[in-house]
């Protein structure tokens, strides 16, 4: 059972566009929403993070938007660039889960010039 | 300087050998965990440890295990080693429970 998806599998755009990442999950409990952005070669990295009590988290290009209703949220980057050119994964856990982060399957960004 | 050290970073080992993954973090955080990535899943979560005791394991096989010698430490023995274990093992840490996360770059392993 995957408790967190995300859509689409891979996102082409071009530079200066905005990317929209797609992520669900099951799990009512889940309050805590953590975006990872992952190079080749290298671990994964916090981009931007947002728990559930605001339905929006705004940093820099990157913006969260959080639906708690639909258990739905979206990572915005507006602005795209080259170098945004990544995977990045939607994460959440809950306050009663534990010590586990739960991670979705990843969206492989490329930004074309 | 890297927040939390992995070693080796390629490992290549033999099938039904053992070898032991390190991972030493300086964050100053008390918990530390296990992920495994591979093409068939991605980021995998594998051990969690809080203080040196083990808080959740979501390994089904028992040629998995943690160690944790130090609070800063928590390595990673495989046994009886197959090519299906073949991934980049990342290993993480983060100040208490439902909270940011940071990564080391991983070991990438491979079972021949």
């Given at each position: 059972q995957q408790q967190v998806r995300q859509s689409p599998q891979s996102l082409t755009v071009w530079e200066g566009e905005t990317a929209i990442l797609n992520c669900s999950y099951?799990?009512?409990?889940?309050?805590?929403?953590?975006?990872?952005?992952?190079?080749p070669g290298e671990g994964p990295a916090l981009l931007i993070s947002i728990r559930s009590v605001s339905d929006?988290?705004?940093?820099?290009?990157?913006t969260i938007f959080f639906n708690k209703r639909e258990k739905k949220l979206s990572l915005h980057i507006t602005d795209s660039q080259p170098g945004d050119s990544a995977t990045y994964f939607c994460a959440a856990s809950a306050e009663t889960g534990g010590y586990k982060v739960v991670f979705g399957s990843g969206t492989r960004l490329l930004v074309s010039p | 300087d890297p927040k939390i050290i992995q070693k080796p970073k390629y490992l290549v080992a033999v099938t039904g050998s053992e070898k032991i993954l390190i991972c030493e973090q300086y964050l100053g955080h008390n918990a530390m965990y296990w992920y495994r990535q591979s093409a068939k899943k991605p980021l995998e979560f594998m051990f969690s440890y809080s203080y040196q005791k083990l808080m959740d394991n979501q390994t089904a096989s028992s040629r998995f295990q943690p160690q944790s010698s130090k609070k800063n430490h928590l390595d990673l023995q495989i046994t009886a080693l197959k090519p299906d274990d073949s991934a980049t093992y990342f290993?993480?840490?983060?100040?208490?429970?439902?909270?940011?996360?940071?990564?080391?770059?991983?070991?990438?392993?491979?079972?021949?």
């Open positions: 099951e799990d009512s409990t889940f309050n805590y929403f953590p975006w990872y952005q992952q190079f929006k988290k705004e940093d820099g290009r990157f | 290993c993480a840490s983060s100040q208490g429970q439902n909270s940011d996360y940071t990564f080391g770059s991983g070991t990438r392993l491979l079972v021949i």
